[in-house]
């Protein structure tokens, strides 16, 4: 049972452009919602994050959109660089019940930037 | 100050094999989180750690059990290793239960033969 699912395995983008990575879940437990960019032989590195109360959260080159009545949430990136290069993960928890505490994660996006 | 730490970075063993993975989680942080990845997945939850007490596990045979011990570090056992077990383990630590903005280690990439 694939709670969130990213349904994109790659996107390719060139540099300046924007980049929009989906994704989409199905608990309605989940309350809060992180993306994490994940390089090659690294952990995953938090990126930004979103609380089930707001629907937009930016931070720099970097914004997410929550769509509630939709379940589905979505990270921009303006304007992407070629160090955006990564895998990109949708997670989601929720702040009680069975998922209080955990990440759930989805598949992942592969995001190439191209000069 | 020194991230989440993992030990070893690499690891290959036979099937039928007991593994211990360790992790020492950032400054600061009482909870440590375990998680496994497989080969084009997304990290999946094993068990959370505070308090030195299991406090959330997810679908993972009894095979994998993991310990904290008082200066927050925590080691993840995996007995009777199978072909599927191969896979990357994550350590993520955090300060309390509840706060999921987690730091991540680089990870043990386990392989089973």
């Known amino acids: 049972d694939q709670q969130v699912k990213q349904n994109s395995p790659s996107l390719s983008v060139q540099e300046g452009r924007i980049s929009i990575l989906n994704c989409d879940y199905t608990?309605?437990?989940?309350?809060?919602f992180l993306w994490y960019k994940k390089y090659p032989a690294e952990g995953p590195t938090f990126l930004i994050s979103i609380s089930s109360i707001k629907d937009k959260n930016e931070d720099g080159r970097f914004t997410v959109f929550l769509n509630k009545s939709a379940k589905h949430l979505s990270l921009h990136i303006v304007p992407s660089q070629p160090g955006d290069s990564a895998v990109y993960f949708c997670?989601?928890?929720?702040?009680?019940?069975?998922?209080?505490?955990?990440?759930?994660f989805g598949q992942g996006t592969i995001l190439t930037v191209h000069p | 100050d020194a991230g989440v730490t993992q030990s070893p970075t690499h690891l290959i063993k036979t099937r039928g094999q007991q593994v211990t993975l360790r992790c020492s989680p950032k400054s600061g942080h009482d909870t440590v989180s375990w998680y496994q990845q497989a080969l084009g997945q997304g990290p999946q939850f094993i068990f959370q750690?505070?308090?030195?007490?299991?406090?959330q596990r997810g679908n993972f045979p009894d095979r994998f059990s993991g310990h904290q011990f008082p200066n927050y570090s925590s080691e993840l056992n995996v007995n009777a290793l199978l072909l599927g077990d191969s896979a990357l383990y994550l350590c993520?630590?955090?300060f309390g239960v509840g706060n999921t903005e987690a730091f991540f280690g680089q990870g043990t990439r386990l392989t089973v033969v």
């Open positions: 608990n309605s437990m989940f309350d809060y």
């Open positions: 750690y505070y308090e030195e007490e299991e406090r």
């Open positions: 997670a989601a928890s929720s702040a009680g019940g069975t998922s209080y505490g955990k990440l759930t």
């Open positions: 993520a630590s955090s």
